[in-house]
């Protein structure tokens, strides 16, 4: 770790720095000049009114995903940790994949919505992390963040470019992408020895509250994240309203079914850290479309219930036959209501709601988002099994300690019933 | 003694939250419409900045801020998220046909979604009352009742008694704060030994609800001045209640040290005692004219709030046997009752000091006072008969010996093997 992990992410940050140098320009007011001439009417002020939108989605990428995978007892500083590293290293080589494949190889000038696609881009790589957390190094996570946006970057445009679907809050590109990415890494990753658990491979009480800080950034500006590239005005409204009414509705509905699946009734953390989300996946692709609030709120519930239905069911499923082992489940906050996301959103066009795309193109944006995926996924897995990046043994899985300096005494480590050192100290006063 | 294991939710709470979202969609599907105006871009950020630091307090301030319990924690943050979106599909509705009471479509607006939080919070405030000795489908049943009788309580005040909108949100303190109170009195038992140790807080809960304060007391001027549309009485009220707030953090902080023997600073003064500026500030925040009086009346907020924390717990709660779980009483009911009287002096002196004749958006002082009479004596009466219909045995109320307790409510399987 001493040299590799520095080598490679130097490396990669001035292999960067010179890609900015040589691609890389601030939009200034000649250039939006010129876009306002081929796209017809831009906003100058759009910027400052677009900056609190992207900050939302800022607020997201780094609390909320990185606080929603905390839930481990020993892996919470890699969780934030590496979260906050592999981001900020997606965002720099989101911009340049993505502008490069947009200006077709002309220089870029970065506005607004390249920084918030960039922080989209972002957002794939971390819902990958979901499904191998635990069992990576950081270098690989380095590896597989260049990798993952490159395709993604390619998909997107094969989606948005060539066949001109709708996915405006990214449930099909993004979230399905994401999920199915990281489940073909976990599979060519996977490791025997982990196949009977891991006893770092759970909760504490106060683990699973820190992510559900997690939960409740990504719930409340989940919003933003779907709006944040829509069309000014109607549809930017329209896709605000959705998907909160989608999250709405599919907050009640996961509970009820969590209550339904659990023995006696009771509330699984588990589910309620991550299917309360799932309402914002899959209203994504159709979210500024005027599928009335009903509409929303119909395919907010339906997320709901199936992601906790995976959740209960899919992922032990996984675990022992199939031989995926997905450490948050990501196949069932973002893989399977992406896919109820791209099927809304067939069915949406099908119904006539929207006259940008047709059945034919969403469907084929559906099927290319998670090809492209597993077929990426597969070769990035098979990338990182090269015995060289300096993964952790399996017995070493799980815990930080591999990897950060960790205080000597760590408070989670006691039990939910046993006091803590702190708590007797209390009593002493 | 009941049994002492657990009643099991199982057929009960999905059977009643899923057939509550599926008659949402339902009357969505009949009586709801897009907003199809055309939009300014500029106004539609604002609206939307507007409603989302409202949904902040509410998710992450309000379910944080019950935090403080040390085994209860999950339960408090679960739930208040749960009665918030609840609340607020109801409260949607519910607005939009007190509005006209006709059955014309509802149009959805930003707006709307931040009043509806707004009469959603009032639910979170209560259960800070009744939080640990109820279980779910209580609350839920709590939560529908409530945003109904706010709901009408403001509807009835601002016909008859012409209030406007923003003082009769106000009212909001007053109003969860006593109702949650009532319930809490309606479902009071003498609690067991073991309840005593569980209700202890603790260091870590303590720290989470010290982060629910803090997302509540950064986003209070967002709260106070949402319902206001005069550009002026808006910046007012922004300055008076950020004052206001800090005034009352400094007074908590150094009133609860010195009460203290050995003058110790209590973090639960902190939690609560440092909002109490807000509270107070609310019904008048846009009248008062100068700093000063804010930060005079954050002072006294901020005295009150503390002095009932050392004092109500032992003299008053003992009394009427009521247990006020996370201090709702001290929190919001007594702040608020202070700046539902204060709101009457400044509208008088307001009157005063313009000497202007009552023009129409000013309501007579005789009003202000009948409104929060009415505010107080709806609230206990709609909280009595809540707490009544929720002592009925087929919710399935905890047992006792599972007050305050997670295991009750969520399955912790870090704590027994997987059956």
């Given at each position: 770790m001493r040299f590799k992990f520095p080598l490679v992410a130097i490396s990669l940050e001035v292999a960067m720095i010179v890609l900015f140098g040589l691609f890389v320009q601030y939009e200034t007011d000649q250039t939006i000049f010129q876009k306002q001439n081929t796209t017809g009417p831009m906003d100058t002020g759009r910027f400052l009114e677009l900056y609190p939108l992207f900050q939302d989605v800022h607020v997201m990428i780094f609390v909320g995903f990185g606080f929603l995978m905390t839930f481990l007892k020993k892996y919470g500083f890699s969780s934030v940790g590496v979260n906050l590293l592999i981001a900020a290293l997606g965002l720099q080589w989101g911009t340049i994949m993505q502008g490069i494949l947009h200006s077709h190889g002309q220089k870029i000038h970065i506005g607004i919505k390249n920084i918030i696609n960039a922080d989209f881009s972002t957002a794939t790589v971390l819902i990958s992390f979901g499904a191998v957390l635990g069992k990576t190094s950081p270098v690989q996570m380095l590896i597989m963040t260049m990798l993952e946006i490159a395709a993604f970057a390619g998909n997107e445009y094969v989606v948005g470019e060539?066949?001109?679907?709708?996915d405006i809050g990214a449930s099909m590109t993004i979230h399905a992408f994401g999920a199915y990415f990281g489940l073909a890494v976990t599979v060519i990753l996977y490791r025997s020895g982990l196949r009977k658990g891991h006893q770092n491979e759970e909760s504490v009480y106060h683990s699973d509250l820190f992510a559900m800080i997690g939960t409740l950034f990504l719930w409340l500006f989940w919003p933003s994240f779907n709006s944040a590239i829509a069309e000014a005005g109607d549809k930017q409204y329209s896709a605000i309203v959705n998907t909160y009414l989608s999250l709405a509705a599919c907050v009640l509905v996961a509970y009820a079914f969590s209550s339904l699946v659990e023995h006696g009734g009771k509330l699984d953390m588990v589910h309620i850290q991550n299917a309360t989300l799932a309402g914002g996946v899959a209203v994504g692709t159709c979210?500024?479309?005027?599928?009335q609030p009903y509409g929303s709120m119909i395919i907010g519930s339906v997320a709901g219930m199936v992601s906790v239905l995976g959740y209960k069911y899919l992922t032990p499923f996984f675990a022992t036959k199939?031989?995926?082992?997905?450490t948050c489940g990501v196949h069932n906050l973002h893989g399977l209501p992406g896919v109820v996301g791209g099927l809304a959103g067939i069915v949406a066009v099908d119904l006539g709601v929207s006259n940008m795309t047709t059945v034919a193109r969403q469907a084929a944006a559906l099927g290319s988002s998670i090809g492209t995926a597993v077929v990426g996924g597969l070769i990035t897995g098979l990338i990182l099994?090269?015995?060289?990046?300096g993964q952790p043994l399996d017995e070493n899985c799980y815990d930080d300690s591999v990897y950060w300096e960790v205080p000597r005494v760590r408070e989670h480590d006691s039990g939910f019933h046993e006091r803590d050192d702190h708590s007797q100290l209390e009593l002493d006063v | 003694m009941g049994s002492k294991y657990q009643p099991s939710l199982r057929g009960c709470l999905p059977l009643w939250a899923l057939t509550l979202e599926a008659a949402l969609i339902l009357i969505f599907f009949f009586f709801a419409t897009y907003d199809t105006s055309s939009k300014d871009q500029k106004h539609l950020m604002e609206a939307y900045r507007a409603f989302q630091d409202v949904t902040v307090m509410a998710a992450l301030g309000m379910g944080f801020l019950t935090s403080s319990l040390w085994r209860h924690v999950w339960s408090s943050v679960g739930f208040s998220l749960f009665m918030l979106v609840l609340g607020v599909q109801w409260a949607v509705l519910l607005d939009g046909f007190l509005e006209n009471f006709s059955p014309e479509k509802i149009i959805i607006t930003l707006a709307r979604f931040q009043q509806a939080t707004m009469s959603a919070t009032s639910v979170l405030i209560s259960a800070g009352a009744v939080l640990g000795k109820a279980n779910l489908v209580q609350l839920l049943v709590m939560a529908l009742l409530e945003v109904t009788a706010f709901g009408t309580m403001r509807t009835i005040s601002k016909r008859f008694l012409s209030m406007d909108d923003h003082s009769n949100m106000m009212h909001i303190y007053t109003f969860a704060a006593y109702f949650g109170l009532t319930v809490a009195y309606c479902l009071s038992r003498p609690l067991p030994k073991g309840a005593e140790e569980k209700n202890r807080t603790a260091t870590s809960p303590s720290l989470f609800a010290m982060l629910g304060t803090l997302f509540l007391w950064t986003f209070w001027p967002s709260f106070n001045s949402a319902l206001l549309n005069d550009q002026n009485e808006m910046k007012n009220a922004i300055f008076n209640t950020y004052y206001a707030l800090a005034v009352s953090t400094v007074t908590a902080i150094s009133v609860s040290a010195w009460t203290h023997p050995r003058g110790k600073i209590n973090m639960t003064h902190v939690h609560n005692a440092v909002l109490a500026g807000g509270v107070a500030v609310g019904a008048s925040c846009h009248l008062i004219p100068s700093p000063w009086l804010a930060m005079v009346l954050g002072l006294v907020a901020g005295l009150i709030s503390t002095g009932g924390a050392k004092c109500l717990p032992m003299c008053f709660n003992r009394v009427l046997g009521i247990h006020d779980t996370c201090g709702v009483h001290y929190t919001f009911g007594l702040p608020g009752l202070l700046g539902g009287i204060i709101s009457i002096v400044m509208l008088k002196l307001h009157i005063n000091w313009t000497?202007?004749?009552?023009?129409?958006n000013q309501v007579p002082i005789t009003f202000q006072a009948l409104g929060m009479v009415w505010c107080l004596a709806s609230s206990l009466v709609t909280g009595l008969l809540t707490g009544l219909l929720l002592n009925?045995?087929?919710?399935?109320a905890p047992d006792m010996t599972k007050y305050f307790d997670d295991q009750a409510f969520w399955k912790l399987p870090h704590l027994a093997p997987a059956s």
């Amino acid at each position: 770790m001493r040299f590799k992990f520095p080598l490679v992410a130097i490396s990669l940050e001035v292999a960067m720095i010179v890609l900015f140098g040589l691609f890389v320009q601030y939009e200034t007011d000649q250039t939006i000049f010129q876009k306002q001439n081929t796209t017809g009417p831009m906003d100058t002020g759009r910027f400052l009114e677009l900056y609190p939108l992207f900050q939302d989605v800022h607020v997201m990428i780094f609390v909320g995903f990185g606080f929603l995978m905390t839930f481990l007892k020993k892996y919470g500083f890699s969780s934030v940790g590496v979260n906050l590293l592999i981001a900020a290293l997606g965002l720099q080589w989101g911009t340049i994949m993505q502008g490069i494949l947009h200006s077709h190889g002309q220089k870029i000038h970065i506005g607004i919505k390249n920084i918030i696609n960039a922080d989209f881009s972002t957002a794939t790589v971390l819902i990958s992390f979901g499904a191998v957390l635990g069992k990576t190094s950081p270098v690989q996570m380095l590896i597989m963040t260049m990798l993952e946006i490159a395709a993604f970057a390619g998909n997107e445009y094969v989606v948005g470019e060539i066949f001109k679907a709708s996915d405006i809050g990214a449930s099909m590109t993004i979230h399905a992408f994401g999920a199915y990415f990281g489940l073909a890494v976990t599979v060519i990753l996977y490791r025997s020895g982990l196949r009977k658990g891991h006893q770092n491979e759970e909760s504490v009480y106060h683990s699973d509250l820190f992510a559900m800080i997690g939960t409740l950034f990504l719930w409340l500006f989940w919003p933003s994240f779907n709006s944040a590239i829509a069309e000014a005005g109607d549809k930017q409204y329209s896709a605000i309203v959705n998907t909160y009414l989608s999250l709405a509705a599919c907050v009640l509905v996961a509970y009820a079914f969590s209550s339904l699946v659990e023995h006696g009734g009771k509330l699984d953390m588990v589910h309620i850290q991550n299917a309360t989300l799932a309402g914002g996946v899959a209203v994504g692709t159709c979210a500024d479309m005027k599928i009335q609030p009903y509409g929303s709120m119909i395919i907010g519930s339906v997320a709901g219930m199936v992601s906790v239905l995976g959740y209960k069911y899919l992922t032990p499923f996984f675990a022992t036959k199939l031989r995926i082992q997905d450490t948050c489940g990501v196949h069932n906050l973002h893989g399977l209501p992406g896919v109820v996301g791209g099927l809304a959103g067939i069915v949406a066009v099908d119904l006539g709601v929207s006259n940008m795309t047709t059945v034919a193109r969403q469907a084929a944006a559906l099927g290319s988002s998670i090809g492209t995926a597993v077929v990426g996924g597969l070769i990035t897995g098979l990338i990182l099994k090269i015995p060289i990046w300096g993964q952790p043994l399996d017995e070493n899985c799980y815990d930080d300690s591999v990897y950060w300096e960790v205080p000597r005494v760590r408070e989670h480590d006691s039990g939910f019933h046993e006091r803590d050192d702190h708590s007797q100290l209390e009593l002493d006063v | 003694m009941g049994s002492k294991y657990q009643p099991s939710l199982r057929g009960c709470l999905p059977l009643w939250a899923l057939t509550l979202e599926a008659a949402l969609i339902l009357i969505f599907f009949f009586f709801a419409t897009y907003d199809t105006s055309s939009k300014d871009q500029k106004h539609l950020m604002e609206a939307y900045r507007a409603f989302q630091d409202v949904t902040v307090m509410a998710a992450l301030g309000m379910g944080f801020l019950t935090s403080s319990l040390w085994r209860h924690v999950w339960s408090s943050v679960g739930f208040s998220l749960f009665m918030l979106v609840l609340g607020v599909q109801w409260a949607v509705l519910l607005d939009g046909f007190l509005e006209n009471f006709s059955p014309e479509k509802i149009i959805i607006t930003l707006a709307r979604f931040q009043q509806a939080t707004m009469s959603a919070t009032s639910v979170l405030i209560s259960a800070g009352a009744v939080l640990g000795k109820a279980n779910l489908v209580q609350l839920l049943v709590m939560a529908l009742l409530e945003v109904t009788a706010f709901g009408t309580m403001r509807t009835i005040s601002k016909r008859f008694l012409s209030m406007d909108d923003h003082s009769n949100m106000m009212h909001i303190y007053t109003f969860a704060a006593y109702f949650g109170l009532t319930v809490a009195y309606c479902l009071s038992r003498p609690l067991p030994k073991g309840a005593e140790e569980k209700n202890r807080t603790a260091t870590s809960p303590s720290l989470f609800a010290m982060l629910g304060t803090l997302f509540l007391w950064t986003f209070w001027p967002s709260f106070n001045s949402a319902l206001l549309n005069d550009q002026n009485e808006m910046k007012n009220a922004i300055f008076n209640t950020y004052y206001a707030l800090a005034v009352s953090t400094v007074t908590a902080i150094s009133v609860s040290a010195w009460t203290h023997p050995r003058g110790k600073i209590n973090m639960t003064h902190v939690h609560n005692a440092v909002l109490a500026g807000g509270v107070a500030v609310g019904a008048s925040c846009h009248l008062i004219p100068s700093p000063w009086l804010a930060m005079v009346l954050g002072l006294v907020a901020g005295l009150i709030s503390t002095g009932g924390a050392k004092c109500l717990p032992m003299c008053f709660n003992r009394v009427l046997g009521i247990h006020d779980t996370c201090g709702v009483h001290y929190t919001f009911g007594l702040p608020g009752l202070l700046g539902g009287i204060i709101s009457i002096v400044m509208l008088k002196l307001h009157i005063n000091w313009t000497n202007s004749p009552i023009t129409g958006n000013q309501v007579p002082i005789t009003f202000q006072a009948l409104g929060m009479v009415w505010c107080l004596a709806s609230s206990l009466v709609t909280g009595l008969l809540t707490g009544l219909l929720l002592n009925l045995k087929i919710w399935k109320a905890p047992d006792m010996t599972k007050y305050f307790d997670d295991q009750a409510f969520w399955k912790l399987p870090h704590l027994a093997p997987a059956s």
